[in-house]
């Protein structure tokens, strides 16, 4: 951490939604706290209580919040609660992190161009409804493929669809296990997110049509 740099240095306010153990929302709090991403992480959504990563934003001073869709009518009413919250603090980017739930339209078009998401493939392959966790490799390593990776991508209202920002690339072991090369697609989105989100924040992401033109 460089000395005396607070989470707070920036009007870049990033909210990050996650449902599991955030270790994508950690290697974003080292890249702000690194000064390597000039924003200010200000509140992490879960929509499970259990998350690991409400606790990984505690420790950092983030605000935490628990926002169950079981209080609510439909999801509908639980998008539009998540809009007040991001109103109310003024978010310029939403980053999602292992956020299992379907984003509804209604957030897509409010922060349309302000969402980003990791996919751990190389999209367009292995992505879509149910492709998320171990079925992403277990999917990549029973159709042979020889490479995996993450993929950073805009959101928009399909599934793993929008604009594709930024992808690393990993080799598939012969004996791999969807555990092992869930571990190495893991290390390379640690880099990939900061990355796209450097990207997103210092204003370099053009997006033309279904390309993200990265400014120089
Ligand atoms: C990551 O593999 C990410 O690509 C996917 O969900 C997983 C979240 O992991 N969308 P973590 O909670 O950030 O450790």
């Known amino acids: 951490m460089v000395p005396g740099r607070e989470l707070e240095l920036s009007n870049n306010k990033i909210a990050v939604f996650t449902s599991g153990k ?14 390597y ?9 879960s929509n499970r209580k259990e998350s690991f990563a409400l606790e990984r934003a505690k420790k950092h001073k983030i605000e935490a919040l628990y926002v169950t869709p079981v209080d ?5 009413e639980y998008f539009t609660k998540l809009i007040k919250f991001m109103e109310e603090r003024e978010i310029d980017l939403i980053c999602l992190a292992g ?8 957030l897509v078009r409010k922060y349309k161009g ?15 409804k149910g492709m998320y966790g171990h079925h ?3 999917a990549v390593i029973k159709s042979g493929a020889k490479y995996s990776g993450c993929t950073v991508h805009f959101v928009d209202e399909e599934y793993d669809h929008g604009q594709i920002v930024l992808q690393r690339v990993v080799p598939v072991h012969d004996d791999d296990t969807p555990d092992t090369l869930a571990e190495r697609v893991l290390k390379e989105e640690h880099k990939a ?8 924040v210092e204003g370099k992401l053009e997006i033309k049509d279904r390309k993200v033109i990265i400014k120089t």
């Open 99 to 106: 956020f299992l739930l379907m984003i509804q339209p209604e």
């Open 22 to 35: 955030g270790s994508n929302l950690q290697a974003l709090i080292d890249a702000v706290q690194a000064g």
């Open 193 to 200: 997110y900061p990355d796209a989100v450097k990207l997103f």
């Open 37 to 45: 991403i000039n924003a200010n992480i200000r509140v992490v959504v």
């Open 136 to 138: 992403v490799h277990e």
């Open 114 to 128: 302000r969402i980003l998401n990791i996919h751990p493939a190389l999209l367009p392959s292995f992505g879509g």
């Open 72 to 76: 609510c009518r439909d999801s509908k």
